[in-house]
């Protein structure tokens, strides 16, 4: 055969004994810490947050295109992202002030909330409905309930939850779209109570609620997507443990310098201090 092939036969004996380059040798360290960090997340990370890991947390020198190409070559990604489709609405809707108008910047904790519903489907109990409150300062879902029936006693159980856990003051905006639930006398008053302005988006513009949008998808994508729930129980035991475990506690967001929203939640009580 090396004959044929006009191949050395001590370059044929030597190839059993080939080491590995340095270069090889890291690569493999680097996909198996990549492996544990992406099952950490659950499959949820991609390339930029785990390279964000490795580099700030664990001290690697590597690249992000480094990190993207052994991903790729073992073949693990994040879980794919669903895109959200808008849905018109065949009611008379009334416009009401937006105080927001798209203007998500923020110095501090507290000064602009977003929230919204969603629907998760279980098998026994048919689709259950999700209300939540997110500060778009820390990206934490501050306020959040869960229910069988999507009615105003489910958004006023949410914005509880958010005014009990949360030290409030003057000329906080609340946003939300134009939704029964949002609009009821009840909501409104709830709001007064709290001194929260009240924001709505326009009529058939997502844009304007974007960010509750955002975590609503990244939910849906992360634990809703890829799990069945039997029951109304069972779903609102996944849904604790993903926004209060992983969500709000471990998940990094590269909007706020990759820290969790706890992380920056705490950073702010302790500048106000």
């Known amino acids: 055969m090396c004959e044929v092939l006009k191949v050395p036969r001590s370059t044929y004996y030597q190839s059993f004994h080939k080491e590995k380059s340095s270069y090889a040798v890291e690569n493999e360290v680097l996909l198996a810490r990549i492996k544990i960090i992406h099952a950490e997340s659950k499959g949820r990370y991609g390339a930029p947050k785990i390279h964000h890991l490795l580099t700030k947390k664990e001290g690697f020198q590597v690249s992000l295109k480094r990190v993207q190409r052994i991903m790729k070559e073992a073949e693990i990604r994040s879980t794919i992202v669903k895109k959200y489709r808008p849905t018109s609405s065949t009611g008379q809707v009334e416009e009401r002030e937006n105080l927001l108008e798209q203007d998500f910047e923020t110095t501090t904790m507290n000064e602009k909330w977003v929230a919204d519903i969603t629907d998760i489907h279980t098998l026994r109990d048919g689709w259950c409905y999700l209300a939540s409150v997110l500060d778009l300062h820390t990206k934490k879902i501050i306020g959040y309930s869960f229910s069988t029936s999507m009615t105003t006693e489910l958004v006023l159980q949410a914005l509880a939850n958010a005014v009990d856990g ?23 008053k709830a709001l007064k109570d709290a001194k929260i302005e009240q924001s709505f988006s326009r009529k058939g513009c997502p844009y304007d609620n974007a960010c509750i949008e955002s975590f609503h998808a990244t939910l849906k994508k992360e634990e809703v997507y890829r799990t069945t729930y039997i029951d109304f129980e069972t779903a609102r035991l996944a849904l604790f443990h993903y926004i209060e475990s992983w969500y709000n506690r471990k998940r990094i967001h590269g909007a706020i310098d990759y820290l969790t929203p706890q992380q920056l939640e705490d950073l702010c009580r302790k500048n106000a201090a």
């Open 166 to 188: 949360q030290q409030l003051d003057e000329g906080l905006i609340l946003h939300t779209d134009l939704g029964s639930q949002y609009t009821s006398e009840d909501f409104e």
